[in-house]
């Protein structure tokens, strides 16, 4: 692995949303048709907004050279079970083809991990799509272990 040199994992801003949905649309697995349009703009810019609008989700970006090259979802949900401990969820973790195998997912990781420890969180959770063979070695390798299976439901707009 060599690591991208000027790594920087910051909270997402308005103005990073077209590098994190050409980040999205780079995915070939779980790519769910995202492309920045302007007739597109008002839906990813929506969602945002919610996003930063709620105190149980952090939204960051990881930026080489200004570029947006990663991005990860931070949630935080209150638990009855764990003694009635924080969880975080760890979620749209999306790292460039051109940046993988360059640090960008483990930097990614060790701040939603501060931060999990930061809010008090007693668990990190994250599901990963059956054909991520390589993310979940990359997983592995980061002390997650492969405990449950994720089911996922689609519904209709």
């Known amino acids: 692995m060599t690591a991208i040199a000027s790594l ?16 999205y649309g780079d995915d070939e697995v779980g790519g ?3 492309a920045w349009s302007e007739e597109n703009r008002p839906a990813y810019e929506r969602g945002f907004h919610a996003i930063a609008a709620s105190p ?3 939204l960051y970006v990881a ?3 200004g570029a947006v090259v990663g991005t990860i979802q931070v949630l935080f949900s209150p638990h009855i079970g764990g003694h009635g401990g924080l969880r975080c969820i760890l979620e749209s973790v999306f790292v460039s083809a051109a940046a993988r195998g360059q640090g960008v997912g ?7 991990e501060e931060r999990a420890r930061a809010r008090g969180a007693t668990l990190i959770t994250l599901s ?9 070695r990359f997983y592995e390798q980061h002390g997650y272990a492969k405990t449950s299976v994720a089911f996922k439901k689609r519904l209709a707009r």
């Open 106 to 112: 483990a930097a990614m990781l060790a701040v939603a």
């Open 56 to 58: 149980a989700v952090e």
């Open 63 to 65: 930026r080489h050279e």
């Open 128 to 136: 990963s799509d059956a054909r991520r063979v390589n993310a979940h």
């Open 32 to 34: 769910a048709g995202d």
């Open 8 to 23: 920087v994992v910051a909270r997402a801003t308005i103005d990073d949303l077209p590098g994190i949905v050409a980040v």
